[in-house]
C-alpha cells in the first residue's frame, strides 16, 4: 500500500494524491506569480505562458503533494490498515 501523486489527466486544477490509486485528497496552493507557474508535468505535456493559468496544474501545490506522499510514505509502515 502506497501513496502517490495522481496522474495528470486533461485540463485539471491542483493536484492529487491517491492511496492505492484511490484519490484521498487534493492540493490547492497556486501562487499565481511563479515563473513559470504551470508545474514540470504541464510544461512536459506542452504548456507554454501564452496558455495562461486556467485548468493547469501549478509548481507549488505539485511540489506540496510530493513532499506530503514522501512523509505519508515514510511513516505508512508505523501505521495498521
Same mark, same amino acid.
Given at each position: 500500500?502506497?501513496?502517490?501523486?495522481?496522474?495528470?489527466?486533461?485540463?485539471?486544477?491542483?493536484?492529487?494524491?491517491?492511496? @492505492? !490509486?484511490?484519490?484521498?485528497? +487534493?492540493?490547492?496552493?497556486?501562487?499565481?506569480? $511563479? %515563473?513559470?507557474?504551470?508545474?514540470?508535468?504541464?510544461?512536459?505535456?506542452?504548456?507554454?505562458?501564452? @496558455? !495562461?493559468?486556467?485548468?493547469? +496544474?501549478?509548481?507549488?501545490?505539485?511540489?506540496? $503533494? %510530493?513532499?506530503?506522499?514522501?512523509?505519508?510514505?515514510?511513516?505508512?509502515?508505523?501505521?495498521?490498515?
Amino acid at each position: 500500500m502506497t501513496w502517490t501523486v495522481g496522474e495528470l489527466k486533461g485540463k485539471y486544477y491542483g493536484t492529487k494524491v491517491q492511496f @492505492d !490509486g484511490d484519490t484521498v485528497f +487534493e492540493i490547492w496552493c497556486p501562487n499565481h506569480f $511563479a %515563473k513559470p507557474f504551470a508545474s514540470e508535468r504541464e510544461i512536459a505535456k506542452g504548456w507554454t505562458p501564452g @496558455d !495562461g493559468h486556467d485548468h493547469v +496544474e501549478d509548481q507549488q501545490s505539485y511540489n506540496t $503533494a %510530493k513532499l506530503i506522499v514522501d512523509y505519508l510514505n515514510s511513516i505508512s509502515y508505523k501505521v495498521e490498515y
